[in-house]
């Protein structure tokens, strides 16, 4: 099995910084695609940046310019750069990655997320 490990949420002031990193271990032979998604308390989990294996970047319009998205192949791992954070920021935030983990068996899989709030 696969496990994804999100770490680095916190409180942070409007207009701060915060960095989340998703940790993958178990069987993997490659990640492909991974990505951070959000959901805020009474809304529907929303896409907030995706990433490929080579490193092509997509980021929702109410983001961009504001988040970093990045990988290291080698560690497994993602992180998230998020500055000039806003109060509509805050929600929980879920790694996901599409995982190979034998020549047969490919799944996709999402960390326990982590809280992050802006407020003042």
């Known amino acids: 099995q696969v496990q994804l490990v999100e770490s680095g949420g916190g409180l942070v002031q409007p207009g701060g910084s915060l960095s989340l990193s998703c940790a993958a271990s178990g069987s993997i032979v490659i990640i492909y695609a991974m990505g951070w998604y959000r959901q805020a308390p009474g809304k529907q989990r929303e896409l907030v940046a995706t990433?490929?294996?080579?490193?092509?970047?997509n980021y929702a319009d109410s983001v961009k310019g504001r988040f970093t998205i990045s990988r290291d192949n080698a560690k497994n791992t993602m992180y998230l750069q998020m500055d000039s954070l806003k109060p509509e920021d805050t929600a929980v935030y879920y790694c996901?990655?599409?995982?190979?983990?034998?020549?047969?068996?490919?799944?996709?899989?999402w960390g326990q997320g982590t809280q992050v709030t802006v407020s003042s």
């Open positions: 996901n990655a599409d995982v190979r983990l034998t020549y047969y068996m490919r799944n996709d899989y």
């Open positions: 990433i490929t294996r080579a490193g092509s970047t």
